[in-house]
């Protein structure tokens, strides 16, 4: 006799063919959840016209019970550009802060509210709804669903909302933090379960609303897809450099000219040869914002190396044909708790991983424990040029490969056993 399989609303703007590492986390955790016997009803928007970057290599894996529904998705971000292009950086600054609150989404939440009437309407009624956020407007849909259609829902927190590293470290509107404040109230008090990305997010929202803590929660970071790491062949690039590698996208106060710096100092000093270090920088990038202060610097730029936006599959060949990798996360607020999604595919890789990261964050944290770890904070110039060093010496002697992760802890992110602790939460929200 076959076992009936539970069908959930799970509501993600980022998922396939969107290719960034929140669409992996989506759709990851829909691809095991199958496998744990629940099938998912997606609500996503529709990728025509956005400018995020995709990856269409992605739908093969949505699993073939899912069914998908998409809303369409204005794309303000298009007229920052042309407003940019007219130098009006303080306007499209303003619109962002005082308008697209809390985020440019807000602009689709009439039609994502409306898809998800015609799924309650036309689809078998799903048990429950997980909320993926941010954007975060996605959110306010949570209470809406329990209230229309007595439908609990549980909020998976990728980032913080109003205690956010990126909004407390710059100038926001107090007016609009007072808002969404409220909002982030409404939400959680309604929640039937939370999804904490790490232990030091659910510590700061427990902070601030302590009746979550009768709130069934798990704590699921992000994390890598063993299957993700099959069928690739080892690569001996040969190229007498060390090779460094950074995915993804420089931004804001991500802005690496103390890097830059350090590098500049241990090439002026001797310490190291420009003809054997190689940076590469692969995703979405801007050469400007990313040189910064050293943009004509040709000392530098003769270093780095700028690859566009790779399928996950590819980027993760990128990472193995690595020496080093890079994470870049600038100290602040708040910012202990940054975890990039890359850096739990950085750890299966095995490579050795250098941490520009807060020295008591997590990202720090964890890249110790795995045994690959080589971290030093982003302003410390001098921490920056002994990691480096230490890097180089150990590349040049051929002791870099030597290192190895600690495989048994690394394992603990695998994204199948993830599903399964998500599984395990929407069993207790239901109860």
Not at 27 to 55: E, H, S
Not at 188 to 196: K, R
Not at 330 to 353: C, H, V
Not at 412 to 420: H, I, L, M, S, V
Request: proline share 6%; glycine share 6%; hydrophobic share 40%.
């Amino acid at each position: 006799m076959a076992v009936e399989r539970l069908r959930i609303l799970y509501i993600a703007h980022y998922f396939p063919p969107l290719g960034s590492s929140a669409a992996l986390r989506s759709l990851k955790m829909v691809k095991y959840l199958a496998d744990c016997g629940i099938d998912c009803i997606v609500l996503t928007t529709q990728p025509w016209g956005l400018r995020d970057p995709k990856d269409k290599e992605l739908n093969r894996e949505i699993p073939k019970g899912s069914i998908i529904h998409r809303y369409w998705t204005p794309e303000i971000t298009w007229l920052y550009k042309a407003l940019w292009g007219l130098k009006l950086h303080k306007l499209v600054e303003w619109i962002s802060k005082n308008l697209m609150r809390p985020d440019n989404i807000i602009l689709a939440r009439p039609l994502v509210w409306r898809a998800a009437k015609r799924i309650m309407r036309t689809e078998p009624r799903p048990a429950l709804a997980v909320i993926s956020a941010g954007p975060f407007s996605l959110l306010t849909l949570g209470p809406k669903l329990k209230k229309k259609y007595r439908l609990p829902y549980i909020c998976d927190w990728r980032d913080e909302w109003t205690n956010n590293p990126e909004r407390i470290n710059q100038n926001y509107p107090p007016r609009a933090q007072a808002r969404e404040q409220a909002q982030e109230a409404v939400i959680l008090a309604q929640a039937s379960g939370i999804v904490y990305l790490t232990r030091l997010m659910r510590d700061n929202f427990h902070e601030v609303h302590p009746e979550l803590r009768a709130t069934a929660y798990r704590v699921i970071p992000n994390g890598y897809d063993e299957a993700d790491f099959s069928g690739f062949q080892a690569l001996d690039h040969k190229s007498g450099k060390l090779r460094i590698l950074y995915t993804g996208s420089f931004y804001d106060r991500r802005q690496p000219d103390n890097l830059w710096r350090a590098l500049r100092e241990l090439i002026d000093e001797g310490a190291i040869d420009q003809k054997q270090i190689e940076i590469i920088i692969m995703g979405k990038n801007t050469r400007a914002f990313v040189f910064g202060a050293f943009r004509d610097d040709e000392q530098i730029q003769a270093i780095v190396k700028f690859l566009p936006y790779a399928p996950h599959r590819e980027s993760i060949q990128h990472m193995q044909y690595a020496d080093l990798l890079l994470i870049y996360i600038p100290s602040g607020a708040n910012t202990q708790s940054i975890l990039t999604g890359k850096i739990f595919e950085y750890l299966r890789t095995g490579k050795p991983i250098l941490a520009l990261a807060p020295l008591d964050g997590l990202a720090a944290e964890i890249v110790r424990e795995a045994g690959t770890g080589f971290v030093a904070d982003y302003a410390d110039i001098e921490g920056i040029k002994t990691q480096i060093l230490r890097l180089w010496t150990l590349w040049r002697d051929g002791k870099l490969g030597e290192i190895k992760a600690d495989a048994e802890y690394v394992r603990q992110f695998d994204r199948k056993q993830q599903a399964g602790v998500l599984g395990g939460l929407i069993e207790e929200a239901l109860g």
